[in-house]
């Protein structure tokens, strides 16, 4: 485990190669990282942060109180945002505010970061949203904590944000493709409304053929019986609750994984089904795609 001078050096480090890179200029940005459960060291304010030492790094808790600071420096203004962050997100151990060109410059453009464009970008990172302007410096940045980003013209309105829309549909099946694509596996990826009617499906190149009709009905079924087909596997086996449904609804019950109902506000609005991979493999990409689903929700 990295002492509390180590970590200071790494952020005088950090502050060069976003410096060097052009992230920042003149004295913008802050970093901060979490140290304890009630310790963050921070960038001090008025500073470049291109040309830091471990001295200049400040010290302060949760509440903003200074615990720990030279002579000449004083935590960024800024920390408030960070603090908030780690009191929301304590998965979160640190926090770097720069001002990258390009994002910056979607951006002031109101362009949210939402096409699908580089799997790496999909899996990883995710969409990146507007927020609406706040004074630097005051509780109106943290207190926003993201009920008022946007995401742009076009967006989902909150009258269809409990619908299956089409293009919803397509979001989603772009970052559950890209996600098969980076595991290797060619699927279908089919997502139907809440009834487990269709709304959108997509072949990958060299998919199985049967697959079409399967991820479909792998669709219906976690719609029709609001739970995934790796839980009905289960509980259709000899002497379970289920045995025996798989041969109903004319055969488009699927009691094996790769078939997931999808939520919105603890309210299943439709259903994600893959197949073409092994039933791990349709299982573990149907289960990405239920976990990223909110996030694409909030994306349009």
């Given at each position: 485990?990295?002492?509390?001078?180590?970590?200071?050096?790494?952020?005088?480090?950090?502050?060069?190669?976003?410096?060097?890179?052009?992230?920042?200029?003149?004295?913008?940005?802050?970093?901060?990282?979490?140290?304890?459960?009630?310790?963050?060291?921070?960038?001090?304010?008025?500073?470049?942060?291109?040309?830091?030492?471990?001295?200049?790094?400040?010290?302060?808790?949760?509440?903003?109180?200074?615990?720990?600071?030279?002579?000449?420096?004083?935590?960024?203004?800024?920390?408030?945002?960070?603090?908030?962050?780690?009191?929301?997100?304590?998965?979160?151990?640190?926090?770097?505010?720069?001002?990258?060109?390009?994002?910056?410059?979607?951006?002031?453009?109101?362009?949210?970061?939402?096409?699908?464009?580089?799997?790496?970008?999909?899996?990883?990172?995710?969409?990146?949203?507007?927020?609406?302007?706040?004074?630097?410096?005051?509780?109106?940045?943290?207190?926003?904590?993201?009920?008022?980003?946007?995401?742009?013209?076009?967006?989902?309105?909150?009258?269809?944000?409990?619908?299956?829309?089409?293009?919803?549909?397509?979001?989603?099946?772009?970052?559950?493709?890209?996600?098969?694509?980076?595991?290797?596996?060619?699927?279908?990826?089919?997502?139907?409304?809440?009834?487990?009617?269709?709304?959108?499906?997509?072949?990958?190149?060299?998919?199985?053929?049967a697959s079409f009709d399967?991820?479909?009905?792998?669709?219906?079924?976690?719609?029709?019986?609001?739970?995934?087909?790796?839980?009905?596997?289960?509980?259709?086996?000899?002497?379970?609750?289920?045995?025996?449904?798989?041969?109903?609804?004319?055969?488009?019950?699927?009691?094996?994984?790769?078939?997931?109902?999808?939520?919105?506000?603890?309210?299943?609005?439709?259903a994600l089904g893959v197949?073409?991979?092994?039933?791990?493999?349709?299982?573990?990409?149907?289960?990405?795609?239920?976990?990223?689903?909110?996030?694409?929700?909030?994306?349009?």
């Amino acid at each position: 485990m990295q002492n509390e001078y180590e970590i200071k050096k790494e952020m005088c480090e950090i502050g060069k190669r976003v410096y060097n890179r052009g992230m920042v200029a003149a004295n913008d940005g802050n970093f901060s990282v979490r140290i304890s459960e009630n310790e963050v060291l921070c960038t001090p304010t008025g500073v470049s942060k291109g040309f830091m030492t471990p001295d200049y790094i400040c010290k302060v808790d949760l509440d903003g109180n200074v615990l720990q600071a030279n002579k000449g420096f004083r935590p960024s203004s800024e920390i408030k945002m960070h603090l908030r962050v780690y009191k929301e997100r304590p998965d979160v151990k640190s926090v770097v505010h720069a001002h990258p060109l390009y994002a910056t410059t979607f951006a002031i453009a109101g362009i949210p970061l939402t096409q699908p464009i580089m799997p790496e970008a999909v899996i990883a990172l995710g969409c990146v949203p507007i927020a609406k302007y706040g004074t630097p410096s005051t509780v109106e940045i943290p207190d926003m904590n993201g009920q008022h980003a946007h995401h742009g013209e076009g967006h989902v309105c909150r009258c269809n944000k409990n619908k299956m829309t089409l293009k919803l549909a397509n979001a989603l099946i772009e970052k559950v493709k890209a996600y098969a694509q980076k595991m290797g596996v060619n699927v279908v990826i089919a997502v139907s409304d809440q009834a487990g009617r269709p709304v959108a499906v997509q072949c990958m190149d060299d998919a199985y053929i049967a697959s079409f009709d399967i991820a479909l009905n792998k669709t219906f079924t976690s719609a029709s019986l609001k739970m995934s087909t790796g839980e009905l596997s289960h509980l259709s086996q000899p002497g379970q609750s289920l045995y025996g449904i798989q041969f109903t609804n004319q055969g488009k019950i699927v009691i094996f994984g790769g078939g997931e109902p999808l939520k919105a506000d603890g309210k299943i609005i439709g259903a994600l089904g893959v197949s073409g991979g092994s039933a791990e493999e349709d299982t573990a990409i149907a289960a990405y795609g239920k976990e990223i689903f909110e996030e694409v929700l909030a994306c349009l």
